[in-house]
């Protein structure tokens, strides 16, 4: 039986070889010591790409995000971001847990809110409201299919922001991504934002860990709130020399990903049951509406040809390409979902 092709997540890759070397022969120390040379290279070289003064590792995207979210919040104040946001909907309730913040979600159909969208929801001066302190950007936004903001969006809802008082935070798991897709440096899509994760664990490959950055000032107190949080680590280079390797290698591979999720979408969009976007898929995500009854169906109908496939809510089915795939994997997706309706083995 040939390999499986698994298409959850861009989570699903295992350290290359070189990795594997890279993590033996890493030079470590204590990093909640701030002794760990690898460690302290990747934050160099993770600022420098952002664009940033100061850079934090971190085990997850997760932490990353509601470190970011702590130190810029205080109990009682309110985020705004897209109602289908990573922050809202999949940290587990961290914003309010860890935090004490609360959360005001904006309906948009692409995963960004226009300026007039955020400017609407800020709250008054009122001590009978919390008050808006922060706004989130998921760039690119998952739930919406992988949806790119570019850097002309990105400063507009920072100048809104900036407008009312708000700091800007991008969730940025998939930044590279989009910044392969849009053809310019990651650093220019967040070059006016506060702080930016960049998350190292997904397509990017390396086996563990995300970035955080922003300014000197945020990212020493992003640290203490790291402590806090328990993501501390210790001797951390072990895995910081897999995220050095990942961002030597992410440009290429990227694009890569991104032309087969072009040709996945623009195959299932041949079949006239198959509800897909393809000028949505603008990176390494595909979003397949095969109708609600049809959704568990097909799921299982790819699993028996060794394809995985995750639920991205009751209707839909997501795709999600990364370096660990194997070359028949457009091929054999669409295969089944070629013969799905005809009774036809694929």
Not at 147 to 160: F, K, T
């Amino acid at each position: 039986m040939w390999p499986t092709a698994d298409l959850r997540s861009d989570t699903m890759t295992a350290p290359t070889p070189a990795m594997r070397q890279a993590m033996a022969a890493a030079e470590v120390g204590d990093d909640v010591w701030g002794e760990d040379p690898t460690v302290r290279r990747l934050e160099e070289r993770g600022a420098a790409l952002l664009g940033k003064p100061a850079a934090l590792f971190l085990p997850s995207g997760t932490m990353a995000n509601q470190v970011a979210i702590h130190v810029h919040c205080r109990p009682g104040d309110e985020l705004i971001c897209e109602e289908r946001s990573h922050v809202y909907c999949f940290e587990g309730g961290a914003v309010a847990r860890l935090s004490g913040t609360q959360v005001q979600p904006l309906r948009a159909a692409d995963g960004f809110p226009g300026r007039d969208q955020v400017a609407a929801a800020v709250r008054a001066d009122d001590p009978h409201f919390p008050r808006s302190r922060l706004l989130v950007i998921e760039n690119t936004h998952n739930m919406a299919g992988g949806r790119v903001a570019s850097v002309a969006r990105v400063r507009a809802l920072c100048e809104v922001a900036r407008q009312h008082g708000m700091k800007v935070h991008v969730d940025g798991a998939r930044l590279y991504n989009a910044a392969v897709a849009l053809a310019v440096e990651p650093a220019a899509l967040v070059a006016e934002v506060d702080s930016t994760t960049l998350c190292l664990s997904k397509g990017l490959g390396a086996p563990v860990g995300s970035l955080l950055a922003g300014g000197e000032e945020f990212v020493a107190a992003a640290r203490r709130a790291r402590k806090a949080f328990g993501g501390g680590m210790r001797q951390a280079g072990v895995l910081a020399a897999c995220g050095l390797l990942a961002l030597g290698e992410a440009e290429e591979r990227l694009a890569a990903d991104h032309r087969r999720a072009r040709e996945l979408a623009a195959g299932l969009a041949e079949l006239p049951w198959a509800k897909v976007d393809v000028e949505a898929t603008e990176t390494n995500i595909v979003m397949l509406e095969p109708g609600v009854d049809d959704v568990e169906p097909l799921l299982q109908a790819l699993e028996r040809q060794q394809v995985r496939a995750a639920r991205a809510g009751a209707h839909r089915i997501r795709f999600v390409f990364h370096r660990d795939l194997p070359e028949d994997a457009v091929a054999r997706c669409l295969a089944v979902c070629r013969a799905f309706r005809t009774g036809v083995p694929a």
